[in-house]
């Protein structure tokens, strides 16, 4: 039986993943899940085979999923029921991308083109290193995080849970950033960001409403 991929989302980010996967070459076919369905029939020539709360029909041995959501708990929310459903959950690495030896890197996590992980850095489940990214040597990625194109986080740099850093953003080594915790796009972090704090700027300072 061929070996199979279950996208969970087609959107925008379900467009790179699938394009991730496909040039992976690790699966026979690659289908969407998505509920717009059946009024969205295919995205990419991909296929969209069913709404998220159908998808138990296809779990078997064969079978693997991947959650392409941006939001970090809808992310996880469909990620964790995908396991209930039935589906081993696996990991998409675009070719192009740059992935240490010592790295380390979680289930329903992807990482896409011209992103670079150095030497033991560790990327936890379900996070989203995306385009040209940069993740250098001993960084600590936790859970549901979206790390967004073009972002750098120097050495040792410690990231929490449900963090969203925006693109072209800059952490310096060592520096801790909080769970759930917010950097504004093109910002640069000096100095550690609380949890659930918003950032933005260069220097990067809490955002103010």
Same mark, same amino acid.
């Given at each position: @039986?061929?070996?199979?991929l279950?996208?969970?989302?087609?959107?925008?980010?379900?467009?790179?993943?699938? %394009?991730?996967?496909? #040039?992976?070459? !690790?699966?026979?076919?690659?289908?969407?899940?998505?509920?717009?369905?059946?009024?969205?029939?295919?995205? @990419?020539?991909?296929?969209? @085979?069913?709404q998220t709360? !159908?998808?138990?029909?296809?779990?078997?041995?064969?079978?693997?999923?991947?959650?392409?959501?941006?939001? !970090?708990?809808?992310?996880?929310?469909? $990620?964790?029921?995908?396991i /209930?459903?039935?589906?081993?959950? /696996? /990991?998409?690495?675009?070719?192009?991308?740059?992935?240490?030896?010592s790295?380390?890197?979680?289930?329903?996590?992807?990482?896409?083109?011209?992103?670079?992980?150095?030497s033991?850095?560790?990327?936890?489940?379900?996070? *989203?290193?995306?385009?040209?990214?940069?993740?250098?040597? %001993? #960084? %600590?990625? !936790? %859970?549901?995080t979206?790390? #967004?194109?073009?972002?750098? #986080?120097?050495?040792?740099?410690?990231?929490?849970?449900?963090?969203?850093i925006?693109?072209?953003?800059n952490? *310096? $080594?060592n520096?801790?950033?909080?769970?759930?915790?917010?950097?504004?796009?093109?910002?640069?972090?000096?100095?550690?960001?609380?949890?659930?704090?918003?950032?933005?700027?260069?220097?990067?300072?809490?955002?103010?409403?």
């Open positions: @039986m061929s070996k199979r279950f996208i969970l989302g087609a959107g925008g980010h379900g467009k790179v993943v699938a %394009d991730a996967a496909q #040039c992976q070459g !690790n699966w026979d076919e690659i289908f969407f899940i998505d509920d717009r369905y059946p009024s969205l029939a295919s995205v @990419m020539g991909v296929e969209v @085979m069913a709360a !159908n998808i138990k029909q296809f779990a078997n041995d064969h079978s693997e999923a991947i959650v392409a959501i941006g939001d !970090n708990e809808i992310r996880q929310r469909l $990620q964790e029921y995908a /209930t459903q039935g589906f081993s959950i /696996t /990991t998409v690495i675009h070719p192009r991308a740059v992935i240490a030896q790295a380390k890197i979680g289930k329903g996590s992807v990482v896409f083109a011209n992103a670079v992980v150095n033991d850095a560790i990327i936890g489940q379900g996070v *989203i290193i995306n385009t040209g990214a940069i993740i250098e040597h %001993d #960084c %600590d990625i !936790n %859970d549901w979206h790390i #967004c194109p073009k972002v750098g #986080c120097a050495g040792g740099a410690q990231i929490g849970s449900h963090v969203w925006g693109i072209g953003a952490v *310096i $080594q520096v801790k950033i909080g769970n759930y915790a917010r950097v504004g796009a093109g910002s640069v972090v000096l100095k550690e960001v609380n949890q659930h704090q918003q950032v933005v700027g260069v220097p990067a300072k809490e955002r103010v409403s």
